[in-house]
C-alpha cells in the first residue's frame, strides 16, 4: 500500500533560519512526487513535481530534491510568509490514475 | 487565466440531508478528481473523472458520487449527511500533465 510520511508534524523557526522538511514515501512504482503549499482556509498551491531520483527543482527560498526513498523541501532564510503547511504527494505508476497520495503535512512557522 | 472555482465557498447543512458542490476546472483540463481534507485523515481522494467518465474511485462509501459535465464542469454530491462528513472538500483538474491545481474547496459543516 502505497504510503507517505512528512515530518515535523510542526516546525517553528526565526526568520533567516534555515532548515529542511522531509517526506518519506512507498510506493511500487513512483511516476511522481509533488510539493504543495497551503494557506489556512485554502487549496494547496502547486509548487514542484519531481520525476527521478537526484532530480531538484528551485523557487526562490525554496529547493525541493528526491531519493529513492525521500523528499526533502529545503528552506534557505526563510520570511514570515513562508509560513504554510507544505504537502508531499506522490502519483503511482501501479496504482490508479489521478489518484494522489497525500502526506498530513508539515505545518512551518516563520517568526520575524 | 483563470483557475479552478469551487461554489459555495461555505455551506453548513443539517445531519440526514444532502448537498451538491460544485467544480469549475481550469479551460482546457479534462480531469477532474475531489478531494476530502480533515485535520485527523488530512487529504483523501473521492474520485476522478475525465471526459465525463469516472476514472478511479478512493475508498468512501456509496453516499458520496460525483459527476462530469461536456464541458467538464464536475458536481460532487453528498447524499444522508453524517456529522463525520464535515471538511474541506477540494477539487483539482488536471491537462495532459501530472500536475493537480487544486481550487480554494468548499467548507462544509453538518450540524
Known amino acids: 500500500e502505497d504510503q507517505v510520511t512528512q515530518s515535523p508534524e510542526a516546525l517553528r523557526l526565526q526568520e533567516g533560519e534555515s532548515s529542511s522538511l522531509n517526506c518519506s514515501y512507498t510506493?511500487?512504482?513512483?511516476?511522481?512526487l509533488f510539493w504543495y503549499r497551503q494557506d489556512p482556509g485554502k487549496g494547496p498551491e502547486f509548487l514542484f513535481t519531481?520525476?527521478?531520483a537526484g532530480e531538484e527543482k528551485e523557487k526562490e527560498r525554496l529547493k525541493a530534491t528526491l531519493t529513492k526513498k525521500e523528499s526533502f523541501l529545503h528552506i534557505t532564510a526563510p520570511k514570515p510568509e513562508d509560513s504554510a503547511t507544505y504537502l508531499c504527494?506522490?502519483?503511482?505508476?501501479?496504482?490508479?490514475?489521478?489518484?494522489?497520495?497525500f502526506g498530513k503535512g508539515t505545518k512551518l512557522s516563520v517568526k520575524p | 487565466k483563470a483557475g479552478v472555482t469551487q461554489t459555495p465557498r461555505y455551506l453548513i447543512k443539517t445531519r440526514g440531508q444532502q448537498v451538491t458542490l460544485s467544480c469549475s476546472p481550469i479551460?482546457?483540463?479534462?480531469?477532474v478528481s475531489w478531494y476530502q481534507q480533515t485535520p485527523g485523515q488530512g487529504l483523501q481522494f473521492l474520485f476522478e473523472?475525465?471526459?465525463?467518465?469516472?476514472?478511479n474511485k478512493g475508498n468512501f462509501p456509496g453516499r458520496f458520487s460525483g459527476r462530469q459535465f461536456s464541458n467538464s464542469r464536475s458536481e460532487m454530491n453528498v447524499s444522508t449527511l453524517e456529522l463525520g462528513d464535515s471538511a474541506l472538500y477540494l477539487c483539482?483538474?488536471?491537462?495532459?500533465?501530472?500536475?493537480?491545481?487544486f481550487g480554494q474547496g468548499t467548507r462544509l459543516t453538518v450540524v
Open positions: 483539482a483538474s488536471r491537462k495532459t500533465g501530472d500536475e493537480a491545481f
Open positions: 510506493v511500487s512504482g513512483l511516476r511522481g
Open positions: 519531481l520525476y527521478s
Open positions: 504527494a506522490v502519483l503511482d505508476y501501479g496504482g490508479s490514475q489521478g489518484n494522489l497520495i
Open positions: 479551460s482546457g483540463h479534462r480531469s
Open positions: 473523472y475525465f471526459s465525463e467518465t469516472q476514472r
